[in-house]
């Protein structure tokens, strides 16, 4: 009896184990799918290198900063891979902070994006996250160990604007899509400050960039941003801080940021990150 126990121990372990690897193959045959997609969308972009002259008509803010991250001649940033690691609060309301990595792949014509994220939930369990902005659509999936889904939101105008927001929030580590031309429309608010506003088709998103003392982006910021409460998109302010700036590849960069909702109470931050690697390809 124990002898026919054991084996079906070993059977139900290969069947999850089976299982499991078979959950994960799918949900990385879905990481290219979506990435395919994202190649399908690339534009061409001129002029293929960054001049100094670029920056007259920008505010003054903007034009320290994009001067302090950017060498003359710098070739205009196509494509870029991003992998994270950091910790991602899963609760909406208090502080559950468990272990995240990612990688990201963006592309800054047409502004698009893939961040594939696993979240250590508990020990040998992870939640598997897709958010991403393709062909003017924002998308949502996550699922328990790649197989039992969580979260499934696609194909809203408030997703759209939420995921095109996203890529604009992220623009430090691609700064040439900040450039006059590149799709990006600025307007003066103060010294320290200016408006951004990107449109991609229908979708448009706008956030506020504030610069520190020493030029460099401190935040960017939303008074309304779509957060999913019981599954339904409520406005609220929203920011991310930026900060450890570092050359990588030619381009400064921050190396760490947190993302928080601004809520009556006070911030409640959910994500904190750190960039462990990036890679660009630049326009030819």
């Known amino acids: 009896m124990l002898r026919v126990l054991a084996l079906v121990g070993l059977v139900v372990?290969?069947?999850?184990?089976?299982?499991?690897?078979?959950?994960s193959s799918r949900w990385d045959s879905g990481t290219v799918r979506l990435r395919a997609r994202l190649e399908e969308g690339r534009l061409p972009i001129a002029p293929g290198v960054y001049d100094p002259a670029q920056l007259d008509s920008l505010p003054a803010p903007v034009q320290r900063y994009l001067r302090l991250v950017l060498r003359p001649g710098q070739p205009m940033i196509a494509a870029v891979?991003?992998?994270?690691?950091g910790t991602f609060n899963l609760s909406d309301s208090s502080q559950r902070w468990v272990r995240f990595s990612s990688d990201?792949?963006?592309?800054?014509?047409?502004?698009?994006?893939?961040?594939?994220?696993?979240?250590?939930?508990?020990?040998?369990?992870?939640?598997?996250?897709?958010?991403?902005?393709?062909?003017?659509?924002?998308?949502?999936?996550?699922?328990?160990?790649?197989?039992?889904?969580?979260?499934?939101?696609?194909?809203?105008?408030?997703?759209?604007?939420?995921?095109?927001?996203?890529?604009?929030?992220?623009?430090?580590?691609?700064?040439?899509?900040?450039?006059?031309?590149?799709?990006v429309r600025w307007e003066a608010m103060d010294d320290r400050s200016a408006l951004a506003t990107l449109t991609d088709g229908r979708v448009s998103a706008s956030l506020t960039f504030r610069f520190a003392m020493n030029g460099l982006l401190e935040s960017v910021r939303s008074e309304e941003r779509g957060r999913l409460v019981a599954g339904v998109s409520i406005p609220t302010p929203w920011r991310g801080r930026w900060s450890e700036w570092m050359w990588l590849n030619g381009v400064r960069v921050p190396t760490s940021g947190e993302v928080a909702w601004m809520l009556p109470s006070g911030p409640l931050p959910y994500w904190r990150g750190g960039v462990s690697g990036i890679t660009y390809d630049l326009a030819e």
Do not use: K, N
Request: proline share 7%; hydrophobic share 50%; aromatic share 8%.
């Open 104 to 183: 990201q792949r963006v592309i800054t014509r047409r502004p698009g994006f893939d961040w594939d994220a696993r979240i250590a939930v508990m020990p040998g369990i992870a939640v598997r996250v897709h958010d991403a902005y393709i062909a003017g659509e924002g998308l949502l999936h996550a699922a328990l160990l790649a197989m039992f889904p969580l979260a499934i939101q696609r194909g809203t105008p408030e997703m759209a604007e939420g995921e095109l927001m996203r890529f604009l929030a992220e623009s430090p580590w691609y700064p040439t899509v900040l450039l006059p031309g590149q799709g």
């Open 81 to 85: 891979r991003v992998r994270h690691a």
């Open 13 to 23: 372990v290969a069947l999850i184990a089976g299982a499991l690897l078979y959950a």
